[in-house]
């Protein structure tokens, strides 16, 4: 029997829409019809409430990826408003696709939880934002799922702790990853996957890897040692402008990647029966009688 569960592929977006929200649509269909994933996922950033004066106000470290003049425009550029994103899950729910949106601060969690997406997503870089997580853990009732990139292994022990104490663990999906664009395969990590299974399968829903990295193969990997949801960046053209296009798949990729695991869940089997039934005409033929 097969105990794995079905992967669940999320093609994440990000801002790599690069603030147009037809570009945004296009995304949506081409991971919907081409790459048949199960679903996308976006950002939403409250930029004044997430940023320093001085952060808002500086240049952006990589101007040719810029969008403003400082790094506050750049980033309010590529900000949906909520009325523009509740566009976006009806088109996504048009495909039949899942909708989601990773969340930055509170007033953007907030904001999205307002839209009732089946799951929001919490990135690595605020995990540790117990406020925006106890708000989240009283007042939305559909999945959390929190990426574990750059987090000491007790910072992921209390994490999990402060959903068990508010009976949200068990809608509660913890991604395996390393925070790194593009990350070197000797930096991915795999193993990090089993830890997790070992010390937390039981206490949460799911285990996720997020991935990096350049290149499909590690995902089955990561898949066949229990990250049954797998989530990888998406960009419809890795050359286009902005910082994470050039460590995210394209349509081919992206969907390569959905065939790849689809399959590998139902390769996962015992036999049947100790002969099957193609092998027993090949059996037939070419076993060994002896003299």
Sequence with gaps: ??????????????????????????FIKMASVFCEVDGVKFQKRNNKELLTPEQYNAAHPNPY??????????REFLEFTVQQHLELKKYCEEFGMVYSTSVWDLTSAKEIAELKPQFIKIP????????????????????????????????????????????RNKDLVVYSCTSGYPVPVDDICLLEITRLKEKYENKVKEIGFSGHHNGIAIDVAAYTLGASTIERHFTLNRTWKGTDHAASLEPDGMRKLARDLRNTYKALTYKREEILDIEKVQREKLKYRGI
């Design 124 to 167: 690595s870089a605020c995990n540790n934002n117990y406020k925006m997580l106890d708000w989240l853990c009283k007042n939305y009732q559909g999945e959390i799922h929190i990426s574990v990139g750059m987090t000491t292994y007790n910072e992921i022990k209390e994490m999990i702790e402060f959903f068990e104490e508010r009976g």
């Design 65 to 74: 990826n810029s969008y403003g003049k400082t790094y506050g425009e750049h």
């Design 1 to 26: 029997m097969n105990n794995y569960k079905k992967p669940r592929i999320i093609a994440e977006v990000g801002c790599n829409h690069m603030g147009d929200i037809e570009i945004a649509k296009k």
